[in-house]
């Protein structure tokens, strides 16, 4: 998937404070100076502008708009051009734009930049603003402080252009990065990313950061949208963001505010300071390194912090000053998470340096793999609760209240009903090996195994403890949700397949994907439960539940009595046909057989699931579904195919 500089998909910022104007310090800051020694900042510290060389006047522009940088700046635009690389190679063109993502304030075009010895692909940032003097000197001063920045690990600007789908303000110019942000990257690999380029990425970012508050930058919105991965294996890491329409709305002038005053960007993310009465107005070099502590745990976790959450809930826990609990998965060792908490101490002279964090990153070393088991919850879980909230073929769920780390989060308990001729103990050895495999996975399409739980919720095997997901099931998502647009049912779909893509990756088969085996969080995210835990179960149970319940989503290979080996990622790929077709026509599989054990027998019989094209589904989409359901295992595609399908998809609806 391709993703292009300055993603604009959310608002991000730049600020530059100037001594003579500093906003009001936070309550908690205490202090009005700052102390340089050993590297620590003992107050939070007000950026102050980058030395600006020259003053010579960029084309187009007068010396009003804002003392000059040091070189002058290529410009193009699509009558008249000037080269982009120092007055080399003859006149310059975009041609070819095609729009990647738009914003509230921005849309960024993928286009190709044509001079008269090569052409080369770049992103074009657009700024929707009508023609407003003020905006307009902002504009440029930001264009200047970006052509000041000078680091290996930060995106150059390239240039820019006038008169861009006719735009009254400048566009910018950027390198095209075609591997994305990282931010989609760690959606796409989760927790499976290798551990050294999780730790050369964030060593990189660190070192870009580092470089920003030496020289007095505050970049404003630190997130992993705003970090791009370079080509090539190593995955080189560059900073992006500093957007311009979140600097209009960060100054403290009042010139400067606008009824359409852009937001900060994701909550997940911002300082506490943000949030509080009384914080400054602009962003504090402090609040990059809590901002960066919460990068570290994203990446090294494969989820994001406090995921499970709305922005308000998120604020509110903020506000209380607690954290989102250490993520399991064994990604994040005692050593990092001791770093991470540091970063976002709710005292920003609490928090540690960019450089100093680029020095514990240098000498780190992080487990390739760590051998964990599930935490026991037991503890932290109520009086076991006398209703149940589902029965399933083996379990029974209990929604519970969880008290952990100073914070109440609703639970599903699913107590397994014992029936397996095994001897306890060896049933317990199985089933406890199967939960260290789910323990360690961590992706936002994956439902999280956040510890297990003893006592009365135990019956023969430890009851299992995962977030409650307040949307319920797929089935019950889509019954609450009738007039779903296609964009919707298309997202829902590529968050299944991220989820198999991920599962697959970690050599793990569900197994027993269906409708009720993908639940919806509060975000309108699906995840993917109960991966391998189904045909486990039924497999130290000695039942046919697998031949019955799920019968109907199930791959023919899996039923037929010619066949007795385990799920595949090409079954899984067959129940994802059927998923798919379910999803986006309503029609569940073999729906005219109401009875499972004519289910069944209609599989053997070689008879499809469906009997045609359902309605709302596109030509395209059912040749894909077709292929899915193919009855040989060879002629399906694999998840990433399915994955990077959908996302095209999703892609062409914008």
Known sequence: MEAVVGSVRRTKRLVIVHEARRPPIHADHEHSTASKTSGRRDAPQQAAPPSRRRTSPL???????????????????????????????????????????????????????????????????????????????????????????????????????????????????????????????????????????????????????????????????????????????????????????????????????????????????????????????????????????????????????????????????????????????????????????????????????????????????????????????????????????????????????????????????????????????????????ELKVWVRLMHENILPLLGVAGGDYATGCNALVCPWMENGTLEKYLTANPRMVLRQKLQLLRDVAAGLRYLHSQDVRHGDLTNFNILVDVNGRAVVADFGLSYQLSDLHGSSYSLTAAARWMAPELITEHTDGPPTTQSDIYSFGTIMNYVLSRERPFDRRQDNVHVVSAVCNKEAPFTGRGRDVSGEHWKFIQRCLSNSTSSRPSAEYAYKFLQRELDSTK
């Open 59 to 433: 084309p187009g522009l007068t010396d009003e708009d804002v003392p000059m940088p040091a070189k002058p700046l290529p410009t193009t635009d699509e009558t008249t051009s000037a080269p982009p690389k120092a007055n080399k190679g003859g006149a310059t063109n975009l041609t070819n734009p095609s729009l990647n993502t738009s914003g509230d304030y921005s849309d960024v075009y993928k286009c190709t930049l044509k001079t008269k010895t090569e052409n080369t692909l770049v992103a074009v940032k657009f700024v929707r603003f009508g023609m407003h003097e003020q905006y307009h000197k902002r504009i440029i001063r930001e264009i200047h402080l970006r052509m000041e920045l000078n680091h290996p690990n930060i995106i150059s600007l390239l240039g820019i252009t006038r008169g861009f789908q006719g735009g009254s303000f400048p566009s910018l110019i950027f390198p095209w990065m075609r591997n994305g942000d990282l931010d989609c990257y760690i959606a796409y690999y989760g927790a499976g990313i290798k551990p050294s380029i999780k730790l050369s990425v964030s060593q990189e970012i660190a070192s870009a950061v580092a470089y920003l508050h030496e020289i007095h930058v505050v970049h404003g919105n630190l997130e992993t949208k705003n970090v791009l991965l370079g080509p090539g294996p190593k995955h080189t890491a560059y900073l992006t963001g500093f957007s311009l329409s979140t600097v209009l709305s960060g100054m403290s002038d009042e010139c400067f505010k606008s009824p359409e005053k852009p937001q900060p960007g994701r909550v997940q993310f911002a300082a506490p300071e943000c949030f509080t009465d009384g914080g400054s107005s602009l962003p504090i070099i402090e609040s990059d390194i809590y901002s960066f502590g919460y990068i570290l745990f994203h990446i090294f976790s494969g989820c994001l912090p406090w995921h499970d959450l709305k922005s308000d809930d998120i604020i509110n826990e903020i506000r209380q000053r607690r954290m989102p609990s250490r993520p399991g998965g064994g990604g994040i060792d005692n050593a990092l998470w001791n770093v991470i908490k540091q970063c976002c101490s709710f005292l920003p002279r609490d928090r540690r340096s960019a450089a100093e964090i680029l020095a514990f990153l240098k000498q780190y070393k992080p487990t390739s793999r760590i051998t964990i088991s599930p935490d026991n919850l037991t503890r932290d879980l109520p009086a076991i609760p006398p209703k149940v909230s589902h029965c399933g073929g083996f379990a029974d769920v209990r929604k519970c209240t969880l008290r952990r780390d100073g914070r109440t989060v609703q639970v599903a308990v699913k107590s397994i009903r014992h029936q397996s001729r095994d001897p306890p103990a060896k049933e317990q050895q199985r089933y406890l090996r």
